[in-house]
């Protein structure tokens, strides 16, 4: 089943173009990543996927429904995002717990969820903390507890280690590709670092200046680049 496809997305700003004739398909419980330089469009594209911009032109569906006039919060996505974004004056529990209030989920189920969410995560003895209390590591697994918990058919995922030192960055990709093995959940992961990009997907896209260059698994991409730019992203000899 296709969980999400974007179809001929293309996406400006003023005069200035940044996507252009995106086509993806992504299947249910796939990892995709999406790599490419700083500036490529990546950040955009993702926040066309979730309604936070809207496309020029093209279309986005979602399962089988094309979400263009669809809200955010409608869509059933979750995003995390490289800043954290987590609200300092809630404790953790309460930033989990927030957007499933708005939603109007029981008490009981949203207790539930937390609890399930906080497990996963390692966080169960930080419920009561504070986000200037907690470790920069800590905070980013609020941020993705914050969108396990709403059990979204679609996790967004804008660089969410890049804020992290080196070694704290590879526990906790390692982490990541776990949560990814036990929700069996479809994520699309956006990242400039070929590492990431290499150890955490089923499928890679490579984006260039707005544009698609390829699309493939990471061996594929590795023996196969379609020219340079992949070739040398991507760290291979070609
Ligand atoms: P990436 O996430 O790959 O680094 P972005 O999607 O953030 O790239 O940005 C792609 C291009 O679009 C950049 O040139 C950026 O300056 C431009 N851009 C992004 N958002 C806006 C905006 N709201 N208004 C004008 N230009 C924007
Ligand atoms: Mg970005």
């Not at 400006?12 to 796939?30: A, H, M, P, R, Y």
């Not at 926040?47 to 399962?63: K, N, P, Q, T, Y």
């Not at 669809?70 to 059933?76: C, D, L, M, N, T």
């Not at 699309?215 to 992203?233: C, H, R, T, W």
Request: aromatic content about 6%; proline content about 5%; hydrophobic content about 40%.
């Amino acid at each position: 089943m296709t969980a999400l496809a974007l179809k001929k997305i293309s996406k400006s700003f003023d005069k200035t173009q940044v996507l252009k004739d995106i086509d993806i398909e992504v299947n249910e419980g796939e990892f995709v990543v999406f790599v490419g330089p700083s500036g490529c469009g990546k950040s955009t594209l993702l926040r066309v996927v979730a309604g936070l911009e809207d496309a020029s032109a093209g279309e986005v569906w979602i399962g089988d429904q094309c979400v263009n006039p669809i809200p955010p919060s409608k869509r059933g996505i979750a995003m995390v995002f490289q800043s954290y974004a987590l609200y300092p004056h809630l404790n953790v529990s309460k930033n989990m717990s927030l957007a499933l209030k708005q939603e109007g989920i029981p008490k009981d189920e949203i207790a539930e969820r937390v609890a399930e969410a906080s497990r996963m995560l390692k966080l169960d003895g930080y419920l009561e903390r504070y986000p200037s209390e907690l470790s920069g590591g800590q905070r980013q697994r609020v941020a993705i507890g914050r969108a396990i918990v709403r059990k979204p058919k679609l996790f967004l995922l804008d660089e969410p280690l890049s804020n992290l030192d080196a070694a704290l960055r590879m526990n906790t990709r390692v982490e990541l590709a776990n949560l990814h093995k036990q929700l069996k959940a479809t994520m699309i992961y956006v990242t400039h670092d070929q590492t990431e990009a290499m150890t955490l997907a089923d499928k890679i896209v490579v984006l260039r200046d707005g544009q698609v260059e390829q699309i493939g698994s990471p061996m594929e991409l590795y023996n196969n680049p379609v020219n340079q730019f992949v070739a040398g992203f991507l760290g291979s000899p070609a």
